[in-house]
Structures are given as C-alpha cells and as structure tokens.
T-cell receptor, first 115, second 112 residues
Framework: GAGVSQTPSNKVTEKGKYVELRCDPI?????LYWYRQSLGQGPEFLIY????????DSGLPNDRFFAVRPEGSVSTLKIQRTERGDSAVYLC?????????????FGEGSRLTVL | AQSVTQLDSQVPVFEEAPVELRCNYS??????LFWYVQYPNQGLQLLLK??????LVKGINGFEAEFNKSQTSFHLRKPSVHISDTAEYFC??????????FGQGTELSVKP
C-alpha cells in the first residue's frame, strides 16, 4: 500500500514479556518517527530516525525501550520487561525530510495492552 | 522548550453551528504549525498547516486556521459543522529541528 503500515494492530501481552512493534514507512521517506498515545492524551514523541541513525531519541522513557532501523526503511520498536504502564497506542509516522515541511504521515497504530 | 496548549478538552456543538478549537503554543524560534484530525478507530490525518506567508490557512473539509504571532495562537475554525466532523483534533508545532510536539487534543462532538 501507499501509506504507513504498522503491525500488529493489536498486541496483548503479560507483564514482564518482550514486545516488538513494526513500522513500514512510505516508500522514499527518509525520516521515521515513533510516538506513544495514551488514552485521552496527545501523541508523545519517542524517537525519530533520519536514515538508519536515531537523530533524536530523547523521548524514550527508559532503557527498556529501544528502536532500530537497520536499512533505513522498516523500523522496529522493542520493549523489554513490559509494564502495565506501557499500555498505549504506539504510532509510527514518516516524512520526506527533503521538503522540510514537518508534515508527518501516520500509520493507524499498534495498540499494546499489558496485563 | 516548545509546548502546545489546547484550551478545551471537549467541545460539544450542534450540527450546522460554527466552532472554534483553540490552540496556543510557546516557542522562541520560528515554527511550523499543524492541525491533525483523528476519526474514531483511524490514524491521524493532516487537516491543515502553516509554514509561512498568509496567516489564514485553509484546509480540508471546510476548516481554516489563523496564525497569530503576537498571541502565539493557531485557532481552528469551521463556520458550519457536520455530524461527520465528530473526531479528536490535535494542534502541533514543529521547530524545523525534527519533531512534532502535540497538544493534548480537543474532542469535538457534533450533535444533531
């Protein structure tokens, strides 16, 4: 498809488990972003990649969270030792940084529920 | 640090009535400003954006917003709303440094 694709759309896990969330950006978009949206809140910035490198990871809440983008396209957000407070919708977005307009194109999100 | 404040968490309005969703931002540098909409069970979609030039920006679905630098505001307006406009609306600021900062959102509920 032409849009940002995120998998899985829903993930239910138990406290303490490891989780991976995948994002497939729009083809040709060099920048990729991860946000977290809790119920009733706006999206909270986690990390963004320019190409393969993390240009800004200041939003990652702690060292249980990690993200990679090894080939500059697909990205994986990894959460270790999940906690109930990690339950949220994780949003991925991509942009064409060459335009430098800041317009992000979002996927539909991965809803994570930690029991 | 930049921040965005959406002054109303919920705005109920009757169909065909006008609506204004308020947004204020704080930034010491030039910014780009955005409104995104999130319909139930869907992803965020861009409604409109201000990059430069005319302070009155028109977006999709009849929405418009006005950038006011002196008041650091970017309020969203529509002269006549429809039931289908029921959604969550997010104001966001981008400082050309790489990331969007979002407000808390305003839930617009249009009633018949």
């Amino acid at each position: 498809g032409a849009g940002v694709s995120q998998t899985p759309s829903n993930k239910v896990t138990e406290k303490g488990k490891y989780v991976e969330l995948r994002c497939d950006p729009i083809s040709g978009h060099t920048a990729l972003y991860w946000y977290r949206q809790s119920l009733g809140q706006g999206p909270e910035f986690l990390i963004y990649f320019q190409g393969t490198g993390a240009a800004d990871d200041s939003g990652l809440p702690n060292d249980r969270f990690f993200a990679v983008r090894p080939e500059g396209s697909v990205s994986t957000l990894k959460i270790q030792r999940t906690e109930r407070g990690d339950s949220a919708v994780y949003l991925c977005a991509s942009s064409n940084r060459g335009a430098n307009t800041g317009e992000l194109f979002f996927g539909e999100g991965s809803r994570l529920t930690v029991l | 640090a930049q921040s965005v404040t959406q002054l109303d968490s919920q705005v109920p309005v009757f169909e065909e009535a006008p609506v204004e969703l308020r947004c204020n931002y704080s930034s010491s540098v030039s910014v780009y400003l955005f409104w995104y909409v999130q319909y139930p069970n869907q992803g965020l979609q861009l409604l409109l954006k201000y990059l430069s030039g005319s302070t009155l920006v028109k977006g999709i679905n009849g929405f418009e917003a006005e950038f006011n630098k002196s008041q650091t505001s970017f309020h969203l307006r529509k002269p006549s709303v429809h039931i289908s406009d029921t959604a969550e609306y997010f104001c966001a600021v981008h400082n050309q440094g790489g990331k969007l900062i979002f407000g808390q959102g305003t839930e617009l509920s249009v009633k018949p």
